[in-house]
């Protein structure tokens, strides 16, 4: 097929209003992924190199590696770092100036609002969205010995440990997943918790103890899933990776950033939200903490998949309703930026 009439296909396409990419009319020979460098992150973006090239045989997907604020900070807990998207600005700055064509991110990561020209164009099929718990010789959680060390970054899981088991000694840990492992066995800490999703995409599940069930501790929001952003106007790519979407984690997560968008939320307060599809509708479960644990407002809510986003800010409603907004004026202080773009967690 010629160039001249592949265009001309193209052209009609989009005048015809349709929205199915056919392969045989891209003009597009390439799409470049901007990732972040650790394992986890490349496995994420090597994931989704190898489902376009499956998708597409003859397209050429490459990786750009690039370092972000987050990546540069690991003497400092995440908590007190502040600044906004710590593990994706540097990321969309390279996309808006058209060095790369995707960026693959942790939904976990990923901020509530994007950039003027950018979009979360995809949310992949979530993964186990848990908590897990590693520990030394496999001692179970509640087995743990009083005053145990335990390592995690999140204040999230923080506030929800801490509340079933305030003995326990907190330890803030920072690092890849190999880092945090490495700590665990030199004997630094008696147990780590770190999501699930991560340790099972680098083949590191046999070094699970036992999962959180989410009765425990509430996953992070979008937790378990992947977001692909992209900028809004490239109709094409926006067509050619519409595949990676998967509707009822799409649902979920959506309900999940709503209530977070309205806490106005960030990684300096322990904000939990997950959903679920249940006979059909979807279910959200939310909670917002004191760092302590010594506080918890807690709720949930269920509806029709369409309403994501209004239950999401409804169970938001309701959390502030309880107490929620007095924990987060402490926390944030009266005149503190809580625009919701920060990291929630990592």
Known sequence: ?????????????????????????????????????????????????????????????????????????????????????????EIEEAMLRHEIDIAVHSMKDVPTFFPDGLHLSCITKREDARDALLSRNHVKFKDLPKGANIGTSSLRRQTQIMSVRPDFVIHQLRGNVDTRLRKLKEGQYDAIILAAAGVKRLGLAENVTEYIDADVSIPAIGQGALGIECRVDDRELNDLI??????????????????????????????????????????????????????????????????????????????????????????????ADTSGDKLLEN
């Open 1 to 89: 097929m010629s160039f001249v009439v592949r265009l001309f296909l193209c052209v009609l396409r989009v005048l015809c209003g349709e929205n199915i990419y056919i392969k045989e009319l891209s003009l597009r020979k390439e799409i470049r992924i901007g990732t972040r460098a650790s394992a986890l992150a490349l496995w994420q973006a090597e994931w989704v190199k190898s489902e376009l090239e499956k998708k597409y045989p003859g397209m050429k997907v490459s990786l750009t590696k690039i370092k972000t604020t987050g990546d540069k900070i690991l003497d400092v807990p995440l908590s007190k770092v502040g600044g906004k998207g710590l593990f994706v600005k």
């Open 242 to 335: 519409a595949f990676f979407n998967h509707a009822e984690s799409r649902v979920c997560v959506t309900g999940e950033r709503a209530l977070l968008r309205r806490l106005e939320g960030g990684c300096q307060v322990p904000i939990a939200c997950y959903g679920q599809i249940k006979n059909g509708k979807l279910s959200l479960v939310g909670l917002v903490g004191s760092v302590d644990g010594k506080r918890i407002v807690k709720d949930s809510i269920e509806g029709p998949q369409a309403d994501a986003e209004r239950l999401g800010v409804e169970l938001a409603e309701t959390l502030l309703k309880h107490g929620a907004d007095v924990i987060l004026r402490e926390v944030y202080g009266a005149n």
